[in-house]
């Protein structure tokens, strides 16, 4: 949470005052690295007590996003997109019965890790001091489970296996300190992150000589 909030302060403070670039379109190259929020970490990262004394201590990773975009003609670009998130839960005065069919109290953790990977295709709109985008990004999210005890996890808690996945992006913004280096907010519909904000280099197509 806290790199989200120092992303955010850092680009409210510093859209006023800088010279931008226009989108780097038709030929050229664009790439957002960055760390968001999602639902899969919220989730991911609540601690709960419930009936029966159960207790449910997670702890989850910032979610760490990428997108590497390619200019098109009529300020239309296309690139790959995606996103990485983990989280742990321990779970602990858990009932169970054991091999002899006899109830037991144990504790019982795993991890479970998302990655999201897809297709995007964005249209560009703004002025020659702001990059803007709204658009779509279909892909899928790849889950995978691992088992950190001796006990028999149980199976409503498993998730394993690939989903589709459709991201709308309402808007994107892209401001360059320099030629090439800039920063980006992102706001988003599905996975991988409802926001995020980063760092973003852009490279415009040089002339023909």
Known sequence: MKYIHRLLVLTAFTFPGIL???QKTDGGVAFNGGVGLSMFGILGSINLKI???VTIESDATPCFTGALDFGMQNKLSIG???GYQSYDQLIKNYSYLNDD???VIGEFSYSLTRINAGVRVLYHF???NIDAYTGIKPGVNIYQFEAKSDIVVPEWIRTDGTTFTLQVIPIG???YLND?????FETGIGAPSFVSAGICLGFEKQPKR
């Open 20 to 22: 931008l670039n226009a």
């Open 51 to 53: 009936p029966d004394e």
């Open 80 to 82: 790959v997109a995606g």
């Open 101 to 103: 069919l006899q109830e």
């Open 126 to 128: 703004g002025n020659d």
């Open 173 to 175: 913004l892209r401001a």
């Open 180 to 184: 090439h280096i800039g920063i980006f």
